[in-house]
């Protein structure tokens, strides 16, 4: 049997010489020149009256222009087609049709440093005075490329053209400079959480664009844009594009793997229609709390750290969580051999990829039921397959609990507020830092008008509720509504530190990637991004606790139902 080497030393060594090597194709000076030009071609896009109302194909004009750019062979040659990207949307322009001066809100959070416009000797000085110009006199009020997100307000940019006809996984150097820079200023104008990066933005003009502006095929472009999306810090700036499914396999192993004390151990499995977990892991040889060791023959915890430079993340708990799970990814119909270490010793067993199995994170495992009444009357709710509509029903039976469990390790369906119905009145438990689309580089913040959740206390039992790494954007939204509940306390550990509506940026290629859209904050100023809900008291699984059956993080929250700490 041929033997699949799954996330293999080989594989990881070709993607990062596809994701290094070509960087050396641009010289300094295009490096240089490529990055200004983009970052004058997006604030125009942002800020010039006739860019904004879309009388002009700005991507087009970025195409037409790009060569040039590229090709100059000194600063003198780079200003004239860079001057020449300003006067084509001045051509455009009917003067008549924009007001000189619109006045900006004085109360807002800049996110922007806008020095570069007068920095002449590089711009020329024409262009510098010309861009402060337009800083200076013209706020745009509705923009072709940009709007609020119908509810949310975080940011749309779904009127930027995808160039996905003729479909081309491996667009031309102009796209894909194009693909670069539509995405650094979507992040550079309009990301809430850009200040946590944890370098100058800036930079990523001159880190990461000149490798995808060389990309030599489709895997080096797609994975050197992956490093661009993933150095932002978030654990919501995935990607669609087809690299993963095609060098790591659409396939998985049907089971579940977490990391437990530093390593990959194996809580369950993931098979559906079958929901009974134990039995797809007797049927296997596997048993909770095997330690994933090897797969085929290869270091898994090796493995796992070979992913990371291509694993987005918020913070270090969300970045291990995804490195393990896409230990399990393989090819249809190929096998895994995996080395598993317990207590009875090593063992190797072999395990098929399936079609079935659960490519996320965010399944429950537990299906035994919705909600339940554990042993001392305490009611448990599995939030990850709770409905709207169940609510009310679930709330009367479990209204004469001593306690309710929520457990939030999964991603809930929405129903945080109908169940805050009936445990208190409405308090504030969140605001946000939203990018204010017709005053591009700026947040307002919602501070002032907070919302709220809760109706009435008809439950008058405690409130427990349970995270971990799994627990994830509306996960943590619905974890700090249930926290405004009088004694409620949270049980677990940090959490994915990803919260807020997310934003979809298309690129060619047919490549989309996304990013958390709005700034989420407690209704004291403490962040949830990259840091987490809060905690109040940290438990972690243990592998014994896993190989004895116990959900010791559960066993802590019924603790405190019990005895109130």
Excluded at 169 to 187: G, H, T
Excluded at 284 to 302: E, F, Q, T
Aim: net charge neutral; charged share 20%.
């Amino acid at each position: 049997m041929k033997r699949f080497l799954l996330l293999g030393f080989f594989l990881f060594l070709s993607v990062n010489c596809h994701a290094t090597e070509d960087q050396g194709k641009l010289s300094d000076a295009q490096v240089k020149h490529i990055g200004i030009y983009c970052k004058v071609w997006g604030f125009l896009k942002y800020y010039h009256p006739d860019v904004t109302d879309g009388n002009i194909n700005w991507d087009s004009t970025f195409i037409r222009i790009y060569p040039s750019i590229r090709d100059a062979k000194s600063d003198l040659d780079f200003k004239k087609p860079l001057m020449d990207l300003y006067q084509s949307a001045e051509r455009a322009r009917d003067k008549n049709m924009h007001p000189t001066t619109s006045p900006r809100s004085d109360d807002e959070i800049s996110i922007v440093q806008f020095g570069w416009l007068e920095d002449a000797p590089t711009l020329g000085d024409e262009l510098s005075k010309a861009l402060q110009k337009i800083r200076r006199e013209f706020k745009p009020t509705n923009c072709h490329y940009i709007a609020p997100m119908t509810g949310a307000s975080n940011p749309d940019f779904t009127m930027d053209k995808e160039f996905t006809e003729p479909r081309n996984d491996y667009p031309d150097e102009p796209l894909r400079a194009l693909a670069a820079s539509r995405f650094w200023n979507a992040i550079n104008y309009f990301a809430p959480n850009k200040d946590l990066i944890g370098f100058p933005w800036d930079s990523a003009l001159f880190r990461y664009v000149p490798a995808i502006v060389a990309a030599r095929d489709t895997l080096s472009y797609q994975m050197n844009a992956l490093l661009l999306y993933k150095s932002i810090n978030d654990g919501h700036a995935s990607t669609n594009a087809p690299w993963a499914g095609e060098y790591l396999g659409m396939a998985w192993l049907p089971l579940a793997v977490s990391d437990i004390e530093g390593k990959p151990v194996i809580t369950g499995s993931f098979d559906y229609p079958t929901e009974n977990s134990d039995s797809i892991l007797s049927s296997l040889g596997i048993h909770r709390g095997d330690i994933i060791v090897k797969i085929n023959g290869n270091d898994a915890d090796s493995l796992r750290k070979s992913r990371l430079p291509y694993v987005p993340g918020s913070n270090d708990a969300g970045k291990m969580r995804n490195a393990t799970l896409y230990l399990l990814r393989g090819k249809p119909g190929q096998n895994a051999i995996l080395t598993l270490a317990s207590p009875s010793g090593v063992r190797e067993v072999t395990v098929p990829f399936s079609m079935h199995a659960v490519s996320d994170p965010w399944h429950t495992q537990d299906r035994s039921g919705v909600w339940k009444i554990l042993p001392g009357n305490i009611g448990y709710v599995n939030m990850g397959i709770l409905n709207v509509g169940q609510v009310p029903e679930m709330m009367k039976d479990l209204a004469n609990t001593k306690g309710i469990v929520f457990d939030v390790r999964n991603y809930p369906h929405g129903s945080m507020y109908a169940i805050g119905e009936y445990l208190g009145k409405k308090k504030p438990f969140v605001y946000f830092t939203i990018p204010d689309v017709t005053n591009p580089g700026y947040l307002f913040k919602s501070d002032k008008n907070m919302m709220e959740c809760g109706g009435e206390e008809r439950y008058h039992g405690k409130i427990a509720i349970l995270a971990n790494e799994k627990t994830q954007s509306h996960a943590e939204f619905t974890i700090m509504s249930f926290q405004v509940v009088p004694g409620a306390k949270t049980f677990g550990s940090q959490t994915a530190g990803a919260d807020g509506n997310i934003s979809t940026i298309p690129l060619p290629g047919g490549v989309n990637t996304i990013f958390t859209g709005l700034g989420v904050f407690y209704p004291d100023g403490r962040r949830t991004q990259q840091v987490g809900i809060k905690i109040d008291y940290e438990v972690k699984p243990t592998i014994k606790g896993i190989r004895e059956g116990k959900d010791e993080v559960l066993e802590r929250a019924v603790r405190y139902i019990n005895t109130g700490s």
